[in-house]
């Protein structure tokens, strides 16, 4: 996927006589890695002889994660590699200075030791046993991130998301930038609660604490139903407003979506919220358009029909919807290929789009703030002689629309990859054009709708002069 500047640098300072190469294993291959989040799990506590029991656990753990939802439905998005890193001795460190009592699940008590491992591994961190960190109380003394980052560096510095299993089987785990899970019998779904916190920007549904609690997807301090972040959830598979319980600290302020989700409980599914959180998070990084045929300049003097192609990453099932446009008619729908006879042409350039939007019912799309589309356009110049030359172009643009419903002023605001001509057309459900506004890209545009009578009108979104989606939008 992209690549991070941060470990470009890293790799400058380096100093290669020393970069440790590891071995590195494929886990789960779903495509290239630059269409794909890459996750890369590194081993720690496993000595030598137990590094092919590494493999197995990454194995198994890779298969768990992926049958939770929704990391199950999109499971083709994500590549998972291993990394192969020995430590000395077994295990993890177990200081015994935690100050508050065992949690369940219950595991077998580790006695109390030191053991000489890569990265540092610790339990008790910041005072809790199940706090299983790679520093005892933030003390950064043994630098353990900068050997984290430099392994990554040496040996995958392409990686989006690292997460470290270690060989332990006392349950335990952290999230922050490297998260820690042990590889015992709720290894997996630690890992998984984990990730929702370092690569999805989920927050506990157990009050973390006044220093962690923040605006996030599953938290806030809005009270009000129709203002709520979730609120298109509430009423639906158990969503509401909860408040945060706690025996100290300022949890009374903040709220959660569920009651049963793997950010509070580690033995249970994420809730609707969660999952919506983590599939617009997938749509962000990655772009469901894998390949598409032809590309630029492959065709000229081409015979038809023409044969266009796309390669979608699909979700499992496929919610993937397509919309192919030959100039301003409508041609295909949902289907992957399309052939362009001679007779579809006009003389001179012609222009075919095929847009790609994601119907998943996961998200809840008609009132959503965001949504996501992705396009492909071919240009086509057509003469007598034939077809001169074909340009391909894609692009990705994220499309906010808020809030809806709307009194006086609707916010619009498209971010699209390429420089585009943007453009919003609101029409009443009559079809007429009521307003007309151009946007420019990045930039949030304040409509005043005030004049308009209440009611619902279609938002129509047009980059280069072609539509890539409408919305709904009410009028109050
Ligand atoms: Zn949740």
Redesign the pocket.
């Known amino acids: 996927m992209v690549l991070r500047l941060l470990y470009i640098l890293l790799l400058i300072n380096v100093d290669l006589m020393s970069a440790q190469i590891f071995d590195v294993e494929n886990i789960k291959l779903s495509g290239d890695d630059s269409k794909r989040i890459t996750l890369v799990i590194l081993s720690e506590g496993y000595q030598d002889s137990e590094l092919s029991q590494f493999i197995t656990d990454a194995e198994n753990f890779t298969n768990s994660m992926f049958n939770q939802s929704p990391l199950k439905e999109y499971a083709n998005y994500f590549n998972v590699y291993a990394i192969k890193v020995p430590s000395a001795e077994s295990g993890a460190d177990h200081p015994g200075t935690s100050i508050e009592p065992l949690e369940t699940p219950i595991s077998p008590i580790v006695p109390i030791k030191t053991v000489d491992t890569y990265f540092n591994a610790t339990y008790d961190a910041f005072g809790k046993h199940r706090l299983l960190y790679y520093e005892i109380d933030g003390n950064s003394a043994n630098n353990t991130e900068a050997i984290i980052s430099t392994v990554l560096a040496n040996n995958f510095p392409t990686y989006d998301q690292a997460l470290i299993i270690v060989n332990s089987s006392e349950f335990g785990g952290s999230g922050g930038k490297f998260p820690m899970t042990y590889s015992g019998f709720w290894g997996a779904n630690v890992a998984v609660h984990e990730l929702g916190h370092s690569l999805f920007n989920?927050k506990d549904?157990y009050y973390p604490g006044d220093d962690l609690a923040a605006e996030a997807i599953?938290m806030t301090q809005e009270t009000d139903q129709n203002l709520v972040r979730w609120k298109n959830w509430l009423n639906i598979n158990d969503i509401g407003i909860y408040q945060y319980t706690c025996a100290t600290g300022n949890c009374s302020d903040w709220y959660k979506?569920?009651q049963n989700?793997i950010?509070e409980f580690i033995d249970r599914p994420?809730?609707s919220?969660?999952k919506e959180g983590i599939i617009e998070k997938i749509h962000s990084l990655v772009s469901p358009i894998d390949s598409y045929t032809p590309v630029s300049n492959t065709v000229s003097n081409s015979s038809f029909p023409i044969d266009f192609h796309l390669n979608l990453i699909k979700p499992i099932p496929n919610t993937l919807e397509s919309s192919w446009s030959l100039n301003t008619s409508n041609i295909a729908s949902n289907v992957d290929d399309v052939s362009v006879l001679e007779t579809d042409l006009n003389a001179g350039i012609n222009t075919l789009t095929a847009i790609i939007t994601d119907n998943t019912q996961l998200i809840k799309v008609t009132n959503h703030e965001t949504i996501h589309v992705y396009t492909v356009t071919w240009t086509i110049d057509n003469s007598s002689l034939g077809v001169n030359d074909i340009e391909s172009d894609i692009n990705s643009l994220s499309i906010v629309m808020f809030p809806n419903p709307a009194n006086t002023i609707a916010n619009f605001k498209i971010e699209s990859e390429k420089d585009a001509k943007l453009k919003v057309d609101i029409t009443s459900l009559d079809g007429k054009k009521v307003k007309t506004v151009s946007l420019s890209n990045y930039t949030t545009r304040q409509v005043d709708i005030s004049n308009l009578s209440e009611g619902i009108y279609v938002a129509n979104f047009y980059a280069n002069n072609t539509l890539v989606t409408s919305k709904k939008l009410v009028k109050q």
């Open positions: 989920l549904e599953n979506p569920h989700c950010m994420f809730c919220v969660c």
